[in-house]
């Protein structure tokens, strides 16, 4: 074994037998997808802790650190390596934002992007937020699943990763740029500014900085065995022999990239990808690439295998001191000395809904999302549910022509409820979209053109529903005023099939 292996293995045993640190790793891995780590190597996957113990009975065969996913599950085990994406909704009840920070260039840097980080969550209205030092370099920050809504347009927000969670990343660094810039030290730019004009390689098609891998070969000399492997730019350890297990030389053969989001290999598409200046949050640490399917990331409480500290979870504040003092981080993850405290926040429901639809603005003005400058468009885009004639406005229910006048408050319901009302009733997809864009103007305050395209985008996606039912809703959107039929309907579409078949039977 290294020198590293060696101390990390005398510890492992005395800290992971302490059951506070059993419990707090085993509560928080419930309906998530865990894989061991064995110094140098993962287990297997899937895997799940079926009961505490199960965490230091890994530990005894070898286990150094644990690692869990973003993803919520409904049972891990039933995940399928290579699973295509509607196999994975199916099993996903949900997931947390899981923001992983890690500046190369030390702690600092790292604790100065998690603080301009977190008050750009906090300006955002996210006033539940978990963080936790990553063990090493970095920090995590997580905003618990509890806190998005559940629905966005019909279209359940579990089903949207991890394409949502990527664009509120996105929107995220774009916002705390300048909180970040005003908290760097004097000195910054100069000192980096030969690495910024270097830059990195971006992805043509969605816009994204991209991760750089390495394709190396492996030779062991004493037994002749070669192996190729691929290794992510800067992170991966020389491997052992699995025969005589010395470790075995190595040869860099090829540079690629990956774009996680496109999901296109420069191998492959080498015309996909150009290079353009390192932006600011590359330089410092804020990673894109976590949030990718069963991307995994430490575990609160795991050791870590480079630096044989804990994963603490800390407190704001402890960023100052992480800034300020050097060995801040020995002082409060030195494994014999760590103290217990809940990562996952107490998060309000739906207390990141105008968060997600801040990112869904900025992400349409911006053009981060290419899809959303052109035509909205998806697979249901021109479904049609009902097939009814001569369609007037005359024929609407009273709340919905009351809605049609514009609105003061409740304008997000509003819109909810005209689209998902004229797809229902047929209405041509030009003629819908040019009625919900010309009654947006007549509303005192018109909502932003972004979030009503980031709404039809989501309807289009798939087949339509109906509007909410007569009850509450309408009275607190303050637009109930039944008349005639009103009262012997349920929904605002029966109301709509009743005065159609009336005037056509006419």
Same mark, same amino acid.
């Given at each position: 074994m290294s020198e590293q292996e060696i101390k990390i293995r005398q510890i492992t045993q005395l800290y992971y037998s302490r059951a506070d640190v059993q419990k707090v790793i085993f509560e928080f891995s419930k309906n998530r997808e865990i894989s061991p780590r064995y110094f140098e190597g993962f287990g297997k996957r899937p895997d799940s802790f079926g009961f505490k113990g199960d965490v230091f009975s890994m530990v005894k065969k070898g286990a150094t650190s644990f690692h869990c996913s973003e993803e919520i599950w409904e049972d891990p085990m039933k995940i399928v390596t290579g699973m295509n994406e509607k196999q994975a909704n199916e099993i996903r009840i949900g997931w947390d934002l899981l923001i992983d920070i890690d500046c190369e260039e030390g702690m600092d840097y790292s604790a100065r992007v998690a603080k301009a980080t977190i008050e750009a969550l906090h300006q955002n209205g996210i006033k539940n937020i978990g963080i936790k030092f990553s063990g090493n370099k970095g920090f995590h920050i997580i905003v618990p699943w509890k806190a998005f809504p559940q629905n966005i347009n019909g279209i359940e927000t579990k089903d949207l990763f991890p394409e949502l969670p990527r664009t509120i990343?996105? &929107?995220?660094?774009?916002? %705390?740029?300048?909180?970040?810039?005003?908290?760097?030290?004097?000195? #910054? #730019?100069?000192?980096?500014?030969?690495?910024?004009?270097?830059?990195?390689?971006k992805c043509k098609k969605c816009g994204n900085? $991209?991760?750089?891998?390495?394709? $190396?070969? #492996?030779?062991?000399? =004493?037994?002749?065995? $070669?192996?190729?492997? %691929?290794? =992510?730019?800067?992170?991966?350890?020389?491997?052992?022999?699995? =025969?005589? =297990?010395?470790?075995?030389? +190595?040869?860099?053969?090829?540079?690629? #990239?990956?774009?996680?989001?496109?999901e296109i290999n420069s191998r492959n598409k080498p015309e996909n990808f150009e290079i353009e200046e390192i932006d600011l949050y590359q330089l410092m640490g804020l990673d894109m690439g976590l949030v990718s399917p069963r991307h995994l990331f430490r575990m609160p409480y795991s050791l870590h295998e480079k630096s044989c500290l804990a994963s603490v979870v800390i407190e704001e504040k402890d960023l100052d001191e992480f800034i300020k003092n050097p060995d801040y981080a020995k002082k409060i993850a030195d494994p014999l000395r760590v103290k217990i405290k809940e990562f996952m926040p107490k998060a309000e429901e739906n207390e990141a809904a105008e968060f997600v639809m801040q990112a869904f603005d900025w992400a349409e003005e911006s053009g981060f999302n290419k899809e959303m400058n052109e035509r909205a468009s998806g697979k249901y885009a021109e479904f049609k549910s009902l097939k009814l004639e001569n369609i007037k406005e005359s024929q609407f229910p009273p709340c919905v022509k009351k809605i049609l006048e514009g609105m003061q408050d409740g304008k997000k319901r509003g819109v909810f409820v005209l689209i998902n009302l004229f797809r229902m009733i047929g209405?041509?997809?030009? /003629?819908? /979209?040019?009625?919900?864009?010309?009654?947006?103007?007549?509303?005192?305050?018109?909502?932003?053109?972004? +979030?009503?395209? %980031?709404?039809? $985008?989501? %309807? &289009?996606?798939?087949?339509?529903?109906?509007?909410?039912?007569c009850q509450e809703f309408y009275k607190n959107l303050g637009v109930c005023n039944p008349e005639g039929i009103c009262k012997r309907i349920k929904n605002p579409i029966n109301y709509v099939i009743r005065k159609n078949f009336i005037e056509n039977k006419k």
């Open positions: 990343m996105a &929107y995220l660094r774009n916002y %705390s740029r300048k909180a970040l810039e005003k908290n760097l030290p004097k000195d #910054f #730019f100069e000192k980096f500014k030969d690495r910024i004009k270097k830059g990195r390689h900085f $991209v991760d750089e891998f390495l394709r $190396v070969e #492996f030779t062991c000399e =004493k037994c002749g065995i $070669v192996e190729e492997r %691929s290794f =992510k730019e800067g992170k991966g350890q020389v491997p052992k022999c699995y =025969k005589c =297990k010395e470790k075995m030389t +190595y040869k860099p053969i090829e540079k690629f #990239f990956i774009c996680q989001k496109c209405m041509e997809k030009e /003629e819908l /979209e040019k009625r919900i864009y010309e009654w947006n103007e007549k509303n005192e305050i018109p909502l932003k053109k972004g +979030y009503i395209h %980031s709404q039809l $985008v989501w %309807s &289009y996606r798939r087949k339509p529903i109906m509007p909410p039912n």
